[in-house]
């Protein structure tokens, strides 16, 4: 089923590429990120293209939960205890000016953007929580400690961040890629330096951008490596409470909550792609718990890449790679992560210095826990004799029963019953 925020809106659709064209800028990928960076170009007068391979916003960016936050779970603490107060000062004032350029953004645009408060909390862990706060005061933000929140369960704490936003993401992405240079149904299936190939045309750039959710080129980066995808669900229920305000889990497996109108959306079921999980029975059942009268409306489920260190790769794609740029692994914060990674990838394609790059730099140190994880799920399941096998590299695919799909849980992408691609890094259907 399709997300709630597609109900009534009607987007402008872009024609497709049909001959070779030359552009300074390449932007693959019409997602969230990608079409900000078009937009941000464009203020610039910098001669882009922005690539889809089939309409802008109807990946990942649909299936957002869409809040505005720079209040990202828990990273404050462990990211002054692993890099330092410098570090995660300068990760909270990219997200901090991400939010602020959104509230710029939207105060002209019907996107149903709303000043909400954060929340974070924690069910067992009342020291997690309040680790976070003294991590948040040590940066210069205020913040406060919640003994209670209006959820149905009892807490160990929760963190509250004033003047967070949210908003409909297809509603804005509508709104600011109106004339912007964007080809839909341009697929690009390979990219030799700084040639770009959809099968029948090419394009020459001075500099390419991918922002293709997973980065497809495996060549450079070792984006296999170092992410995985992570699943989860969102169940929008009628007659459910006003919440007032934006509520999320610190633990992996949480759930989160969100009001939109008349909506109260509910999201959790999270587990790796390709592993079980508690899918939307898990929500169900809550609701069916909780909330008796209330009626289910729309129900979807999205993908995010996790990184090995909680931050997203955001800058050159490799250090070999001088031309080629990336925006990848928002884990779960999707939002304001777009729109610091057009910041700083639209100075780096004109040659300008960004502030926040070396924070977000995917060339940094990978030596983390979380890499030998990866490593030994992509060893496992590409070592499984199946032949339902993934077309990126090489993986056992695993059934998924609740969406009838086949999933790779070495990287994420998913396919229909048939073979169909779905959801990248794989670039082409498969064989099952």
Known sequence: MESTWLEGLKIERFPELKSDIKTDVLII?????????????????????????????????KNTTAKIT??????????????????????????????????????????????????????????????????????GCK?????????????????????????????????????????????IREVKGNIAFTGRYKITAGKIIVATHFPFINLHGSYFLKMYQNRSYVVA???GPEINGMYVDEAEKGMSFRNYKNLLLVGGGSH???????????????????????SEKYFWATQDCMTLDGIPYIGQYSKNTPDLFVA?????????????????????????????EEVFSPSRNILKP?????????????????????????CSLKWNKYEHTWDCPCHGSRFEEDGRLIDNPAMRDTNV
């Open 272 to 294: 790796r792609t390709g592993k079980n999980g508690g899918s939307y029975n898990e929500l169900r059942e809550f609701i069916k718990k909780h909330y008796k009268n209330s």
């Open 328 to 356: 990848t692994g928002f884990n779960k914060w999707g939002m304001t992560s777009s729109m610091v990674a057009a910041m700083i990838l639209c100075d780096l394609v004109i040659g300008k210095e960004n502030e926040f």
């Open 70 to 139: 720079f209040g990202h779970s828990l990273i404050y603490s462990d990211l002054i205890e692993n890099f330092g107060e410098f570090y995660a000062n300068q990760y909270l004032k990219a997200n901090k000016l991400a939010l602020d350029i959104y509230a710029r953004l939207c105060k002209n645009t019907d996107c149903d953007f709303e000043k909400k408060p954060a929340y974070t909390y924690s069910l067992y862990n009342r020291e997690k929580i309040e680790n976070e706060i003294k991590a948040l005061q040590t940066l």
């Open 370 to 394: 979380q890499l030998f994880v990866n490593v030994g799920e992509t060893l496992v399941n590409f070592l499984t004799p199946t032949p339902k096998r993934c077309s990126h590299l090489g």
């Open 29 to 61: 990928g019409g997602g969230l990120a990608g079409v900000l960076c078009a937009y941000f170009l464009e203020q610039k007068g910098v001669n882009y293209t922005l690539v889809e391979g089939e309409r802008i916003g109807m990946g990942i960016t």
């Open 143 to 187: 913040t406060k400690f919640e003994s209670e929140i209006p959820l149905p369960f009892k807490i160990a704490g929760a963190i509250k961040l004033e003047d967070q936003a949210q908003f409909n993401p297809m509603k804005f992405i509508s709104q600011i890629s109106k004339n912007l240079n964007i080809y839909e149904n341009t697929y």
């Open 237 to 239: 229920i009628e007659n």
